[in-house]
Structure formats: structure tokens, C-alpha cells
């Protein structure tokens, strides 16, 4: 079955920098599309970033452009997302999903969060 599991989140200061991945299983990541989500606590969950898999286009939220790369490693079917010059707001549980789609879906140009498959979250704490 479709299986995504997140890793690589924990404590960072502010200015620090994280890698975090989202290894897949149950299917061919060659083929789809991966996003990155964040829940803040108290708020409501928000699309970070995506990767196609057609021309491997990427799509960033506004706050994290310049800051956080996308990437991915199909041989190892695994997602990354480097974040560097972390901020305190960017603290949450971030997680990766797909609803098995080639290409990222954007709805009034933020990412579509009605995706079908879900990891259980990685939790990023950005503090001094």
C-alpha cells in the first residue's frame, strides 16, 4: 500500500538550516508528484511546496521562496526539502502527501491540500 514516512525535523535555532525527506513506498515515484504541508499549532494546515514528476517544475508558498528547496531522488524514492534560514513562524509539523498525480495541483495559485495520501508529520521547532 501507499506508504510515505517523514524524517529529519527537531529543534534548529533561528538562521539554522534542515533537511527533511519523505521516503516513499507502494508505488513509483518516478510518476507523481509529491507536496509539503505544515500545521502550526492553533493554525490552519498550508501548502509549502511541491515537485512534479513530468519536468520535476516546483511550486513554493510565497513565505518559504529563496529559503527552501524541493528535490527529489527517485532511485532512492525519496522527496527533500532543504530549509535554511529558519524562522521562528516556520516552526510545525511538516508533512509530505501525493494523490498520485503527475503534476502539482494549484487552486488560486496556493497548493492543493486535498491530496489522497498522507505521512504522520515531522515536527520542526525553530527556537533560541
Known amino acids: 500500500q501507499v506508504q510515505l514516512v517523514e524524517s529529519g525535523g527537531g529543534l534548529v535555532q533561528p538562521g539554522g538550516s534542515l533537511r527533511l525527506s519523505c521516503a516513499a513506498s507502494g508505488f513509483t515515484l518516478d510518476y507523481y508528484a509529491i507536496g509539503w504541508f505544515r500545521q502550526a499549532p492553533g493554525k490552519e494546515r498550508e501548502g509549502v511546496s511541491c515537485i512534479s514528476s513530468s519536468d520535476d517544475s516546483t511550486y513554493y508558498q510565497d513565505s518559504v521562496k529563496g529559503r527552501f528547496t524541493i528535490s527529489r531522488d527517485n532511485a532512492k524514492s525519496t522527496v527533500y526539502l532543504q530549509m535554511n534560514s529558519l524562522k521562528p513562524e516556520d516552526t510545525a509539523t511538516y508533512y509530505c502527501?501525493?494523490?498520485?498525480?503527475?503534476?502539482?495541483?494549484?487552486?488560486?495559485?496556493?497548493?492543493?491540500?486535498?491530496?489522497?495520501?498522507w505521512g504522520k508529520g515531522t515536527l520542526v521547532t525553530v527556537s533560541s
Open positions: 502527501a501525493t494523490d498520485l498525480y503527475s503534476r502539482c495541483r494549484l487552486v488560486n495559485g496556493f497548493l492543493d491540500g486535498g491530496m489522497d495520501y
